[in-house]
């Protein structure tokens, strides 16, 4: 039987949050929707953070409440806080994310914190998460190039990762928020992140801005990764990350993936579906 490979869809939060005209609620359901159909196990739908910071995310506790829950796939959103966490979990979603930078350039313009301060303010939201019985995924961003501190070194990376470990995440994906890896920092990074937690509680999250994303998916298999985050249609970009493009394109990974022999349990015809849907939304914003 052939080697699973999850895929993490990204679009309806990573995708959207940089789109400058408001998509209307009832687009980022239909979306959502979609993307139910296309057989993701797990789609991040929303952020908690301050509407202030991402007005586009403002109206997650709708877009939670209209869509349809399909049995089996799991709808996760962004809590940078306690507060983010609490409204989360009232919109009942069923895992959350917090997210904290490698390098304290960018958790700065992300987070208005040092990593430090940043890793200090999940403790409240992982125990309110232990208590609800949530699931908690961490992130981690720039984790081989930043644009405001340069290249960022692996122990460094491996340092957050542990972290996010020891105070409870079960999962934590590797962020190229600005698509800047290639396979051999890549490689590099893995060296040192799987030293401190196991390669099938990680996660390649790469956008594709150097249009290296496959290869580094490629490289990150070699390191016994089976979870990989993707935005239909290649839509996303982070608004605190200059030069930010896309996640890679989910299609894009689901077909590579089929041709070096893993599953995934996508229906090609339905994600192409979901992709014309995303792609219209941003399209509507040029
Ligand atoms: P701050 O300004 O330092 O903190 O922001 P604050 O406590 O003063 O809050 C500012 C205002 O927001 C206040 O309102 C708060 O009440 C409110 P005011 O008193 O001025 O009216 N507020 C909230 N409102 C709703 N929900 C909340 C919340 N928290 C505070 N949860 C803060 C600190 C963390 C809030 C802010 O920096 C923030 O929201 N940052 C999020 C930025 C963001 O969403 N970035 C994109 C996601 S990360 C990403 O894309 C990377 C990733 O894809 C991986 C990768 O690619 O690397 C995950
Ligand atoms: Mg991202």
């Not at 009942?92 to 350039?105: L, Q, T």
Request: net charge negative; proline share 5%; hydrophobic share 45%.
């Amino acid at each position: 039987m052939a080697d699973f490979v999850e895929i993490v869809e990204m679009a309806p939060r990573d995708g959207l949050q940089n789109e400058k005209r408001l998509i209307p609620t009832a687009d980022k359901i239909a979306l959502v929707d979609a993307l139910s159909e296309a057989g993701f196990g797990r789609i991040e739908v929303a952020s908690f953070v301050s509407p202030k910071w991402v007005p586009q995310m403002a109206d997650g506790a709708e877009v939670l409440a209209g869509i349809r829950r399909v049995p089996g796939v799991r709808y996760t959103a962004l809590t940078p806080n306690l507060r983010g966490f609490e409204a989360a979990r009232a919109a009942g979603v069923d895992e959350v994310a917090i997210f904290a930078s490698a390098s304290e350039g960018f958790s700065r313009a992300n987070l208005n914190c040092s990593i430090a301060e940043s890793l200090e303010r999940f403790d409240p939201v992982m125990r309110a998460a232990d208590a609800a019985g949530i699931p908690v995924r961490g992130y981690v961003s720039m984790v081989t190039d930043c644009p405001f501190d340069g290249p960022t070194a692996p122990a460094q990376v491996a340092r957050v990762v542990a972290h996010l470990r020891v105070i409870g995440c079960r999962e934590v994906s590797l962020g190229d928020t600005v698509g800047r890896a290639r396979p051999e920092s890549v490689i590099a990074m893995l060296a040192a992140v799987v030293q401190e937690m196991e390669p099938a509680q990680l996660a390649g999250h790469f956008h594709d801005t150097g249009g290296r994303a496959l290869e580094n998916i490629e490289a990150s298999l070699a390191f016994g990764l089976r979870i990989f985050d993707a935005a239909v249609g290649g839509l996303g970009g982070c608004p605190y990350a200059p030069g930010a493009a896309g996640n890679v394109a989910s299609e894009r990974v689901a077909a590579h993936l089929q041709k070096l022999g893993y599953a995934t349990g996508i229906n090609a015809a339905k994600l192409e579906r979901a992709a014309t849907c995303a792609r219209a939304l941003k399209g509507g914003s040029e």
